[in-house]
């Protein structure tokens, strides 16, 4: 019988052959965990009455929820933080103004590698599914894993999506994205990992990547990823160190599902409140007046997000009512977004640039909306009270984000791109 | 560890949040764990009397996607608390582990549970075995018990025991 890539990669890990509905205690190779969890898995080991990790080597603290300390509070937290890694000796550790956000930034520094298996604190590290690694969230149980260095998993079955066609004017990969786990649903995909692969993924850059492999946990898939191919390799050649194996599906592999699903049919959508598969095609939310905006997060804050903002912001600017936050994913992404111009496209617009990492995302701390505001943005979820006060969220592509922002209302993108080639 | 449960069935339906309809969410956001606190608040959005009339070894009998939303433990904690059973039609993975953790003899997914009983039955469960037997309609059912492996982890009490038993392996070896 063959393998999917997750029992593949779950087989070397635990050094014998394992098949989806087992349970294992793997060993991952890294093991990720935010700023403002630190303290907490700290308070958790010493409870245990540990004073020593399984391995500090494998591990890595993010400083991405609130990297700008706007409290006295936040600055004792992140002090805090910093004499909690130098006790433990961790091993990767990026500060404030070092990496960014946790789930995007380890690949584009190479640390992240096809086959790889992860486990985290917090939910999105599935991004790493961008370049075929396995990433698994496991919330407080991390603590188990620091101090023992593993923690019980069933083998997850997986659900393969074959994707075919390629994206039409004025969609992004978002828009794919929502539109999928609206259409796969909660019951088929929970605790599956989603794969993605087919003839049409060639089309979808490492950016794109990120977002397919972001949004499926929403709705309780375990994690996703991505057969790797010739784009993974190109993209991480110049970055990793060591040999890259391509790690696919067998033929015979045995998936739950098989999907197959069509780039080129579908246009842009909103995920509506207050769930993140509320998801409608546009024309349904069009008029819907805004005040908040924001384009980043790690499901839609990479370079490529960012561009795709741009090309609809320059020469605008954004509606009065509106006050649009961009914040670029990682160091990195800021970096080349200034290269490229888009900095200066978004500020003169009127954007606001945060620091990189999470922004408004990670529960409104910076950037909030107020008491009844509503809210277009590319962050991962629209539950209420997710950026502050309570107020409706709508979750969208970068295009549909900077359309709106410039309109004061939710607005089409292919609105513009129709003017822009006319 | 006692596996078999005796006792009345109270059915809820679909979708039941585990911060609100299970457990109302301030005590997760006080981060309460205990579970003889938190058991005086079960399901008291939905029924504020909920506490007062359950009994030890009586069963929970919920529909799809019990304890949705995102995963805190409180929920699990409060149905513990009372000495209570569970049985799901599904439990999303966050809140699946949760219940583990917490401690909990529930079976899930357990697919059309809701239409074997209703509340007010008298309900024997064997969580070790997966076996329903519906005293007041003189039906048994059967569905798969949770893996010994994660049977063992309720057994010792939930998460924090288990790790302090892992640790204690660990260290003597």
């Given at each position: 019988m063959g393998q999917t890539i997750t029992e593949k990669i779950l087989s070397r890990v635990e050094g014998r052959s394992v098949s989806a509905g087992e349970i294992i205690h793997p060993v991952p190779e890294l093991v990720t965990c935010h700023d403002w969890y630190v303290v907490n898995f700290d308070r958790a080991?010493?409870?245990?009455?540990?004073?020593?990790?399984?391995?500090?080597?494998?591990?890595?603290?993010?400083?991405?929820?609130?990297?700008?300390?706007?409290?006295?509070?936040?600055?004792?937290?992140q002090k805090k933080a910093r004499e909690i890694v130098a006790k433990y000796g961790i091993k990767h550790f990026y500060d404030v103004g070092r990496g960014g956000l946790g789930h995007i930034f380890p690949v584009e520094i190479g640390l992240i590698k096809p086959g790889m298996f992860v486990e985290a604190y917090d939910t999105h590290v599935t991004n790493y599914g961008a370049v075929g690694a396995l990433g698994i969230a496991l919330v407080v149980e991390i603590s188990e894993v620091l101090a023992l260095g593993s923690v019980w998993l069933r083998v997850p079955e997986t659900v393969r999506v074959n994707l075919r066609g390629a994206l039409q004017p004025g969609t992004g990969m978002r828009d794919i994205a929502q539109k999928l786990i609206a259409d796969l649903g909660d019951e088929l995909i929970d605790y599956c990992v989603v794969e993605y692969g087919g003839p049409g993924l060639a089309s979808v850059d490492i950016a794109g990547r990120h977002t397919l492999c972001n949004i499926p946990l929403e709705i309780g898939a375990k994690s996703a990823l991505v057969e790797p191919d010739e784009a993974t390799r190109a993209y991480l050649a110049p970055r990793v160190t060591g040999p890259i194996e391509l790690v696919k599906s067998d033929r015979d592999a045995r998936f739950k599902a098989v999907i197959d699903y069509d780039l080129s049919a579908i246009g842009p959508q909103v995920a509506m409140p207050p769930t993140p598969d509320n998801v409608h095609p546009i024309e349904k939310a069009l008029g819907t007046p805004i005040h908040?905006?924001?384009?980043?997060?790690?499901?839609?804050?990479?370079?490529?997000?960012?561009?795709?903002?741009?090309?609809?912001?320059?020469?605008?600017?954004?509606?009065?009512?509106?006050?649009l936050y961009v914040t670029p994913a990682t160091q990195e992404v800021a970096r080349e977004a200034a290269r490229a111009g888009l900095i200066e496209i978004f500020l003169s617009a009127g954007a606001t640039i945060t620091q990189a990492?999470?922004?408004?995302?990670?529960?409104?701390?910076?950037?909030?909306?107020?008491?009844?505001?509503?809210?277009?943005?590319?962050?991962?979820?629209?539950?209420?009270?997710?950026?502050?006060?309570?107020?409706?969220?709508?979750?969208?592509?970068?295009?549909?984000v900077a359309a709106s922002a410039v309109k004061g209302a939710i607005t089409d993108p292919r609105s513009f791109l129709k003017e822009m080639s006319s | 560890m006692n596996w078999l449960f005796h006792g009345k069935c109270w059915r809820f339906g679909d979708d039941l949040g585990i911060d609100g309809a299970i457990m109302p969410l301030r005590f997760a956001l006080a981060r309460e764990t205990d579970p003889m606190v938190l058991r005086e608040h079960l399901m008291s959005e939905i029924d504020p009397d909920f506490a007062k009339k359950?009994?030890?070894?009586?069963?929970?009998?919920?529909?799809?996607?019990?304890?949705?939303?995102?995963?805190?433990?409180?929920g699990f904690l409060g149905i513990r608390g009372h000495?209570?059973?569970l049985l799901a039609e599904s439990i999303p993975r966050g809140s699946f582990r949760n219940a583990i953790n917490a401690g909990l003899p529930f079976l899930a997914p357990c697919p059309n549970v809701t239409q074997l009983c209703e509340t007010g039955d008298e309900l024997t469960v064997d969580?070790?075995?997966?076996?329903?037997?519906?005293?007041?309609?003189?039906?048994?059912?059967?569905?798969?018990?949770?893996?010994?492996?994660?049977r063992a982890i309720v057994a010792k009490g939930g998460w924090k025991d288990h790790v302090k038993q892992r640790l204690a392996a660990a260290t003597a070896h």
């Open positions: 080991l010493e409870e245990f009455g540990v004073d020593k990790l399984f391995d500090p080597d494998r591990v890595l603290i993010s400083t991405d929820h609130e990297p700008v300390a706007v409290t006295p509070q936040s600055a004792e937290r908040h905006a924001f384009i980043g997060s790690c499901a839609s804050g990479n370079l490529a997000d960012l561009s795709d903002a741009a090309k609809i912001l320059k020469g605008r600017a954004i509606h009065p009512q509106v006050r990492g999470c922004g408004p995302c990670a529960g409104g701390r910076i950037g909030a909306m107020a008491e009844g505001e509503i809210s277009i943005n590319t962050g991962t979820r629209n539950d209420v009270r997710r950026l502050g006060a309570s107020g409706d969220i709508y979750l969208a592509s970068p295009m549909t | 359950v009994k030890p070894g009586d069963l929970i009998v919920a529909g799809r996607r019990f304890g949705q939303g995102n995963p805190h433990i409180q000495g209570l059973g969580f070790s075995t997966g076996e329903m037997r519906n005293v007041t309609r003189s039906t048994t059912h059967r569905f798969k018990p949770i893996e010994p492996e994660l």
